[in-house]
């Protein structure tokens, strides 16, 4: 004890201070829940957010402030503006990712600037993306799935697929490694051919 503090238990907390329980889903769990965001009423767009956001790594606030003018169809390119400090990158979109965007698009009548629409003709919410992923895993009957863990489910695939730390990095916009390390260090590729 120094000071009334328990040292000892001080220095595990500051061992363990890394250790997470799984934060992020896996290729087939993402594949479940891209598959339950078909369904409903608004299946069309709430399948593009939920896919989006695992394939960009986006954050929810990174998502309801993408403009039609982000997305480059000509060129298949998605113009990402970063947030919380984050570097600000042009990434591809793929066949798939984009037939669901034009799909989406041509669902829709307005001239509005926004890239995800609520039924009211306004921009979603932080609040209506909680619900969308929410109702989606509720669907596959995953429990506690929330926004931030497909930005952190973008970040594992990329890094169980064997991809370097810096192009992770750069991926998610993260301007520091430290705040990437933790895809590299619980990708389950490492341990590959040690039995």
Known sequence: MTNGRNVKSERVLAIDAHERSKDFLTEDEMKKLLLAAKKGRNGSRNHLI??????HGLRVSEAISLKRSDVNLAQ???WVKRLKNGLSVEQ??????LR????YLASRTDMLPW???SERQQA???QSINYIIKTAAKRTETHDVHPHPLRHSCGYYLANKGYELRLIQDYLGHRDP????????IASFRFEGLW
């Open 50 to 55: 939920i896919l989006m956001m695992y394939r």
């Open 76 to 78: 298949s390119r998605l």
């Open 92 to 97: 591809p979109i793929d066949g798939e990712e």
């Open 100 to 103: 669901a965007i034009k799909r």
């Open 115 to 117: 890239l995800f629409i």
């Open 124 to 126: 979603l919410t932080r």
């Open 178 to 185: 430290k705040h990437t390390v933790h895809y590299t260090r």
